[in-house]
């Protein structure tokens, strides 16, 4: 088991910066890919960016690519996610994920375990 415990949301006006944190405690964080989802009001859970289990690797979500940067620190058990030029659109409740089988993946269903989430709001 894996519990993930997000923090850093919040409200900040366009063009401005947030970082998020994802906490995990339980099974060793570094046998986990890492990921970040987003879901709006009304809308569908969305992929955001995802890490490999060694940081070496990430890939991004076209909608966020050259502004958001994904990171982890596997000795503090932690990844983040730096949030840049900040649109309304980023708008959502954001969730980190761990994934224990798959890399970079982005479709929710391979991620085994969730955090509760943490809401950013970006005002216009």
């Known amino acids: 088991q894996v519990q993930l415990v997000e923090s850093g949301g919040g409200l900040v006006q366009t063009g401005g910066s947030l970082r998020l944190s994802c906490a995990a405690s339980g099974r060793p964080f570094k046998d986990y890919a890492m990921g970040w989802f987003r879901q709006a009001p009304g809308k569908e859970r969305e992929f955001v960016a995802t890490i490999s289990w060694s940081g070496g690797s990430t890939y991004y979500a076209d909608s966020v690519k050259g502004r958001f940067t994904i990171s982890r620190d596997n000795a503090k058990n932690t990844v983040y996610l730096q949030m840049n030029s900040l649109k309304p659109e980023d708008t959502a409740v954001y969730c980190c994920?761990?994934?224990?089988?798959?890399?970079?993946?982005?479709?929710?269903?391979?991620?085994?375990?969730w955090g509760q989430g943490t809401q950013v709001t970006v005002s216009s």
């Open positions: 994920a761990a994934d224990a089988h798959t890399i970079l993946s982005t479709t929710p269903d391979d991620y085994d375990y």
